[in-house]
């Protein structure tokens, strides 16, 4: 049996990076809609981008083992000058996520009757700002596991890279959940087709260099994955329904739209998205010391 | 100054006595769990390697690392290293997200269910033993010599000497943590 680790829970923070990624490109999808003049579902979306978020927080908060101390504790390093800005992404994650819920709650309060938000939410540079932001909060759920070299199968660049596209692929399944218009589903489908490509080749990637690297608790990780305690799962789940099923039916869907299809294209990538980071964090491995 | 550990793997005879003294020093005796390790609630742990080249024992422990990814990523300075070189926690500062556990290579801490704080070399009674200017515990009870604690900068610290007198392995090297917990391997 490989000893997995079990310090962050896969089923809390799995979640949570699913969200923020969501989130995070989410509010980039948002702002390209704006930007293309798409006036359809832009409310629903802006509450897709806040909801996830505040959802992301409360899985995140779940795990911490002393999460009653965290105001405080974080007060303390603030004003005490050891609140690691710009040392930890944990430090730069906080600072990220909050600075996104407040900049997500004034779009979404914008498109619910908050009528003098307007004149700020709709500037040029508040989109742009949003922007940048979820491209960020999206690096950042990256960047958090793979900034962790205790556990070498994460300690690599592909999984930013790999979380960003993942996470593009959920912002385009949510907007052909949301969006009906057929020139915006076109699009869509045309994104999702090049995005699902590019997560395959990612996931690929990823299992390839840890099975063949110098890394044993990354090989043991990446066999655990391809063929051992975890590969029904990631086959199944992540590789077959989440990314080659909507890949397929994008396929058919490039040549005639179909809502049912879409939808089911959606939700699996969705759920897809989600088992990935599940299962990358559960083949977590630590390396053997001797 | 820099304080280190050293551990003689030549000399070490397995007897359990400097992990068993961690956990009456530093834990009160407490016979609760320690479900990181799967281990009990001591700052030391075994691995042992049956089937490999050789049979092998290794005593793991925080190795309070130069270049300590725990301290890096600790997002409110929880973890810092002192001016001793030691690697340290202000609980006071920990929001348990347990970072430093998955950023350690060596795996060198576990979560203390109770208090939600991630525990380590050296626990709070070895601490003040050192400030005391006593030897952490783990190496006072050790029948066999096998240990020593020191300043690695003072060339006339027991551990300066041993170390110059020996064949010495710091683990995982290569992760550039610059490791201050040094494995004997021969004279």
Sequence with gaps: ?290 | MRLAHLWDQSRCVACGACIAACNAANYRSSTGENKTWGWLRSNIKRITVERGIRPMLLLVQCQHCDNAPCVTVCPTGASYKDADGLVKIKPELCIGCKYCMVACPYEARWLDKETGLPMKCMGEECVSRVKAGLRPVCVEVCPAGARAFGDIDDPMSEISRRLARSRYVRLLEEKGTSPKYFVVVGP
């Design chain 1, 1 to 290: 049996m490989t000893a997995f680790q079990h310090i962050w829970d896969p089923w809390l923070i799995g979640p949570f990076l699913w969200l923020a990624g969501i989130s995070g490109m989410t509010a980039v999808a948002y702002v390209l809609l704006k930007w293309s003049g798409v006036e359809e579902k832009r409310r629903e979306l802006s509450w897709v981008t806040f909801i996830s978020l505040a959802l992301a927080l409360v899985f995140v908060v779940a795990d911490l083992s002393r999460p009653w101390n965290m105001p405080s504790a974080i007060m303390s390093a603030v004003f005490g000058g050891t609140f690691g800005w710009t040392r930890s992404w944990m430090a730069v994650g906080i600072v990220l996520l909050l600075v996104m819920l407040v900049l997500a709650l004034l779009v979404a309060l914008r498109h619910t009757g908050a009528g003098a938000l307007r004149p700020l939410v709709d500037a040029r540079w508040y989109d742009a700002l949003l922007l940048l932001m979820g491209v960020a909060v999206t690096i950042y759920s990256g960047f958090l596991i793979a900034a962790a070299p205790g556990v070498p199968f994460w300690n690599t660049a592909l999984i930013p890279v790999l979380w960003i596209i993942s996470a593009s692929v959920c912002a385009t399944a949510v907007v052909k959940l949301l969006v009906h218009s057929e020139a915006v589903s076109k699009v869509a489908t045309r994104y999702s087709l090049a995005l699902d490509a590019a997560e395959l080749l990612a996931v690929f990637a990823l299992i390839n260099l840890a099975l063949y690297g110098g890394s044993r608790a990354a090989r043991a990780s990446a066999e655990a994955l391809a063929y051992g305690e975890l590969a029904a799962p990631f086959w199944i789940g992540v590789v077959a329904l989440g990314i080659l099923a909507p890949l397929f039916i994008g396929l058919y869907l490039a040549k005639r739209e179909n809502k049912y299809l879409a939808t089911t294209a959606a939700v699996l990538a969705l759920i897809g998205a989600l088992l990935l980071r599940v299962l990358v964090l559960q083949a977590g491995v630590f390396e053997m010391p001797i």
